[in-house]
């Protein structure tokens, strides 16, 4: 859908296109058909060399099999550029998709909320040397709703359905409404470039963009957690470490099973039927089964390989703490009685800082994080001054111009906190 000179009108003046939902025009299938799922080497070189010879961005995106598999590794990766058509790849066919990547060098990469699918695309060996998110672009802007079908909507008055998005995407082969939503995915991305770009030029925006992006590609990413295990959902219910070690040990067994099986570990057993074994200790197999969360064949079959973890958690000697220092703040919650100074900062500075954000038309965290923010207020500089406040900014991530935009506010508000109630 080519835009209309009313929304280019509208987009060159920063403002957000107001659309009709009854004049929403459906996007059912993908212009050319749903492409062939590439899968052997000869059609990858054919696919390298036709997103080579393409012009302009390209479209990228990646599904995965979250919740079904272990991981959050690629099931499929579809690009799009001008030129070269809609392209499917299975990447599990594939040591890693190398040729895709070196066919792209210097091409910008458009991708929806980025931060998601670029880890998953580094398993492959694809890395983009330019990136424009549309999601990110669409928090700058002030959009309400960021996900891609409302932002599809918002922006280009299509409908985009969504209703695959949780599939489980390593199922082979892949069946072809699935395909139909996996390629209409980046079929809109190219031209929704094109009007987030317009909007946020309107909006005075094209600097602040280009470094959210950037910081947004060079990212590294996530590494892996200390004690991983300690982020079992309902882990504040127990109170003794004994009944830790019993989630440790059983949650490490499940993630050896997890990972050897590929199965999502939420699978195998839930978090909390760990917690509730945790609880009881059961020692035989009809104790553990009568445990909440121990129900069916599975359940019965693996019980000798949780009993054996929890054996190991009575007669283990390593008993975790119930608690573990951490580098971050506590949840500022907690300041008026723990350090009020740092509350009435973090009370001043939040307030005048949403004010700052929304003279800009964004939200408050991408204009300063939430834990940049609680980091500074928690522990700010010996010396308050504006160089200072600057440099901790910067130590701390802070883009430049965030810290153009907050350095100020902040000191201000650290300098002259309001009062506590």
Not at 39 to 47: F, G, I, M, V, Y
Not at 72 to 98: H, N, S, Y
Not at 292 to 318: H, I, M, N, Y
């Amino acid at each position: 859908m080519t835009a209309t000179p009313a929304d280019i009108s509208v987009l060159a003046a920063g403002q957000i296109p107001q659309r009709d939902p009854d004049l929403l025009v459906p996007l059912s299938a993908p212009a050319e058909g749903i492409p062939f799922v590439i899968d052997n080497p000869k059609a990858l070189e054919r696919a390298a060399a036709a997103l080579a010879a393409g012009t302009g961005p390209v479209a990228v995106d990646a599904e995965r099999a979250s919740g079904f598999r272990y991981g959050q590794r690629a099931f499929l990766v579809q690009l799009r550029r001008e030129g070269a058509g809609t392209i499917l790849i299975d990447p599990e066919a594939f040591e890693d998709l190398a040729p895709i990547n070196d066919a792209l060098r210097g091409v910008e990469w458009i991708l929806h909320a980025a931060h998601q699918d670029l880890p998953c695309l580094h398993e492959v060996g694809m890395a983009p040397d330019a990136l424009f998110d549309t999601e990110l672009a669409a928090r700058l802007a002030g959009l309400p709703r960021v996900g891609l079908g409302p932002v599809v909507e918002t922006m280009l008055g299509l409908k985009l359905a969504k209703e695959h998005s949780a599939a489980d995407w390593s199922t082979r082969p892949l069946p072809e409404p699935w395909l139909n939503y996996a390629a209409l995915d980046v079929e809109v991305l190219i031209e929704l470039r094109e009007e987030m770009g317009a909007l946020l030029h309107g909006q005075g925006k094209d600097e602040i963009a280009a470094q959210e992006f950037e910081a947004e590609r060079v990212a590294p990413d996530p590494s892996p957690r200390q004690d991983p295990w300690r982020r079992t959902h309902g882990l504040h219910q127990l109170r003794k470490p004994a009944q830790l070690a019993a989630v440790r040990e059983l949650w490490e067994e499940r993630e050896h099973v997890a990972k050897t099986r590929d199965r999502a570990p939420g699978r195998l057993l839930p978090d909390s039927a760990i917690i509730a074994a945790a609880k009881a200790m059961p020692r035989t197999v009809p104790q553990l089964i009568s445990t909440s969360g121990f129900v069916g064949r599975l359940a019965a079959k693996e019980a000798p390989r949780w009993l054996a973890a929890l054996q190991r958690a009575r007669t283990t000697t390593e008993l975790p703490p119930l608690h573990v220092k951490s580098n971050t703040p506590p949840p500022p919650r907690s300041w008026p009685d723990r350090h009020p100074e740092a509350a009435a900062r973090f009370q001043t500075a939040r307030a005048r800082l949403a004010r700052e954000a929304e003279k800009l038309g964004m939200p408050s965290e991408n204009l300063l994080t939430p834990a940049t923010l609680k980091a500074l207020c928690w522990q700010p500089p010996a010396v308050i001054d504006l160089d200072s406040i600057r440099a901790c900014l910067a130590e701390l991530g802070a883009r430049p111009w965030q810290i153009d935009r907050t350095a100020a506010v902040l000191t201000v508000a650290f300098l002259d906190p309001d009062p506590l109630d």
